[in-house]
Every structure is written in structure tokens, then in C-alpha cells.
């Protein structure tokens, strides 16, 4: 499964890779290479962060998942028992 960006979120992740060389590589990259890195990163690199952040998701739903009969759980046969009288002395 390609991992891909809308245009607006492509255009904004190009920008910030743009401006990441200009402040940490003393250099200038035009559009065209920044989009490449990006491209890169995104075939390359995006998928690990991605089937770790699936992996973490569904760790967590397994962790709630198992604790479901503790959250909904329901005593039977409480009928009787809510209508006994108290008695005394006891």
C-alpha cells in the first residue's frame, strides 16, 4: 500500500523540507528535489512509521478489548435478591 499525501499536505511537507536545508545544510533545495526526498521518505521510510503506528493501535484496542467484560459486565440472576427484605437482626 503507497503511502500518499493530499496536494496540500504534499505542498506544505516539501516547503518544510525546503526550509530545513536552508537552516541546517547552509544550502539551498530547489522544489523538484525536495519533492524527490519526500518521495523517498515516503516509498523508503514512511512505511516503518506507519506499521508501527499500527502495531501501537492495535495494542491499545487489545488492551481495552480485554478489559470489555469489566466495563459492560452484568451479574444475572440479581432479581430476587434486589427484592428480598432485610432481616432483622442479621
Sequence with gaps: MAI???KGTRD???ASIQRYFEAHMD???GNIAAGGLLGFFLEEIAP???NQ???DVQERLQAR??????DVHEDA?????????PTRGK
Design 48 to 50: 516503518v512509521v506507519y
Design 27 to 29: 544550502e539551498r533545495i
Design 77 to 85: 440472576f440479581t432479581y430476587w435478591r434486589k427484592r428480598e427484605k
Design 12 to 14: 506544505e511537507a516539501i
Design 53 to 55: 503506528a499500527v502495531a
Design 4 to 6: 500518499e499525501l493530499p
Design 65 to 70: 478489548v480485554s478489559e470489555l467484560d469489566i
